[in-house]
């Protein structure tokens, strides 16, 4: 699934539907990955509210989306902000991996170049 900037969604959570997302494209990706991924993504969104999305950029990189609905007054964008801050410090290798299984298996960049690329990335 690809939104409009040309990024890739991986998966998501929706608070308000209570429901969980994983693009079918990745089945590739190994079932203890995509476990974790569905953990942080609900998890999320039972502490914080809305929808939280992992999606790849067009370069590789992953990021995270997260929004809400404007009339939802629950929704902590402060704490939303220290927790996806969180996730990156704590989950810096699963990133680094999944990054680096975008650019090898979809964008099809040598194994060789997109490590270097990530190690030049993560200096």
């Known amino acids: 699934m690809k939104n409009s900037e040309n990024r890739v969604v991986l998966c ?3 608070a308000y ?3 969980y997302y994983f693009n079918e494209t990745f089945q590739g990706i190994p ?3 995509k476990e974790e991924l569905h953990i942080i993504c609900v998890l999320f969104t039972e502490e914080v509210g809305g929808v939280f999305t992992i999606v790849f950029e067009e370069d590789g990189s992953v990021s995270f989306d ?3 609905y404007e009339e939802d007054i629950l929704y902590d ?3 939303s902000g220290l ?3 969180e996730i990156r ?3 810096q290798e699963l990133l680094e991996s ?3 299984y975008y650019r090898v298996f979809q964008l099809h960049e040598p194994l060789e170049s997109a490590r270097k690329s990530q190690y030049t990335n993560d200096r």
């Open 12 to 14: 998501g959570a929706n």
């Open 17 to 19: 539907e209570k429901k």
């Open 31 to 33: 079932e203890s990955i």
């Open 66 to 68: 997260t929004e809400a």
């Open 77 to 79: 964008e402060i704490s």
């Open 83 to 85: 927790l996806v801050r």
């Open 89 to 91: 410090m704590r989950r």
């Open 98 to 100: 999944l990054s680096l």
